[in-house]
């Protein structure tokens, strides 16, 4: 019963008569009002792009903010948490969505039960936009989308200039890296360094970039990822470098007896991702892999990417702007 009153409401809220027409990356033409100031992401990676793009158009969040992430988002600190469809059974609470009262809703189009989410979504009364996120080529077409939903295609071609950038550079550097010896890496990700991304995960497409190799000989069983590792796997695995997730477990590795035997340790090849103002690789995949990809590369071949701090102030300026000083 709560449901459809939540239903009956937001029908009543988003009544107004769609006065154009957009085709989404599914070839699907979705109905939209004519002016859009608000925008629900069903997603973290969707609504990290959205916050690059403009926080103010952000009409709820997937999770809150982390406090040292809070200087960078402007006003998206201060919107509705309404959850998501973000896997290990998260979906949407569709109170708080009825809310933020967006004027439509954006979802990765094959997220797993995407047909059944944008189904739910769409019995609401908000036109559902399917968005691809497959690969990082995908942000050029959000922030088109974007800046067709809200008029301000400047911004857009803000970004989606320097994301061209970043592919460049990946092509210009390509053929020099495949010259070099691969990289043998493990991704280390969790509290305890024991989960981790196999092949055919798209979490680990900024290494995809580098040239480097998973030293780890599994198959993903799910777009969450975080797949289950053995201490024994790993060994075995015996990787050049590990490139950790958690801060608290890159402290710790050099004296944890279970790994002190790995060659990346004992020549201390460690690697602790950037976090700050949000994860360089994934969790979420977001456009931050724009400085990932540049990171790895500088990390992996020092000698053929320029000096990560620089860059990581421009990238700072052009996708936090006014936030960060």
């Known amino acids: 019963m709560k449901f459809f009153t939540i239903l009956i409401v937001l029908l009543l809220a988003f009544s107004d008569i769609y006065a154009r027409t957009i085709i989404d990356d599914y070839g699907r033409s979705v109905n939209v009002p004519d002016k859009i100031t608000k925008i629900y992401a069903a997603s973290p990676p969707l609504t990290m792009s959205l916050i690059a793009f403009d926080p103010a158009v952000i009409a709820a969040l997937n999770s809150p903010f982390k406090k040292e992430?809070?200087?960078?988002?402007g006003?998206?600190?201060?919107?509705?948490?309404?959850?998501?469809?973000?896997?290990?059974?998260?979906?949407p609470n569709y109170e708080v969505l009825a809310a933020s009262k967006p004027d439509v809703i954006i979802m990765w189009g094959k997220m797993t039960g995407g047909q059944s989410a944008a189904d739910?979504?769409?019995?609401?009364?908000?036109?559902?936009?399917?968005?691809?996120?497959?690969?990082?080529?995908?942000?050029i077409s959000q922030f088109e989308l974007y800046g067709k939903l809200t008029g301000n295609i400047k911004r857009a071609d803000e970004l989606i200039s320097y994301t061209k950038e970043t592919l460049n550079l990946i092509s210009s550097l390509k053929d020099k890296i495949?010259?070099?010896?691969?990289?043998r890496y493990y991704f280390a990700e969790g509290l305890d360094g024991l989960s981790?991304?196999?092949?055919?995960?798209?979490?680990?497409?900024?290494?995809?970039?580098?040239?480097?190799?998973?030293?780890?000989?599994?198959?993903?069983?799910s777009n969450f990822g975080m797949e289950k590792i053995?201490?024994?796997q790993v060994l075995l695995s015996d990787p050049d470098v590990i490139v950790v997730m958690e801060k608290e477990f890159a402290k710790s590795i050099q004296s944890n007896t279970k790994w002190k035997n790995l060659r990346a340790v004992k020549s201390g090849h460690i690697l602790t991702v950037p976090s700050i103002p949000f994860n360089y690789i994934t969790r979420p995949p977001s456009?931050?892999?724009?400085?990932?990809?540049?990171?790895?590369?500088?990390?992996?071949?020092?000698d053929l990417a320029k000096p990560i701090?620089?860059?990581?102030k421009r990238f700072e300026k052009l996708f936090f702007p006014r936030f960060k000083t």
């Not at 992430?69 to 988002?73: A, C, E, H, R």
């Open 230 to 232: 053995s201490m024994e």
């Open 196 to 221: 981790s991304e196999c092949e055919g995960s798209f979490h680990l497409e900024p290494f995809k970039y580098t040239g480097a190799k998973n030293a780890l000989n599994c198959r993903t069983t």
């Open 178 to 183: 495949n010259a070099r010896k691969k990289v």
């Open 309 to 312: 701090d620089p860059e990581k």
């Open 287 to 302: 456009f931050m892999r724009l400085m990932g990809i540049r990171w790895l590369i500088h990390s992996f071949y020092p």
């Open 69 to 73: 992430q809070i200087p960078y988002v």
């Open 120 to 139: 739910r979504l769409s019995a609401l009364g908000i036109p559902v936009l399917l968005v691809r996120n497959d690969s990082i080529n995908d942000l």
């Open 75 to 91: 006003t998206a600190a201060s919107k509705p948490v309404a959850g998501g469809f973000f896997g290990q059974g998260n979906t």
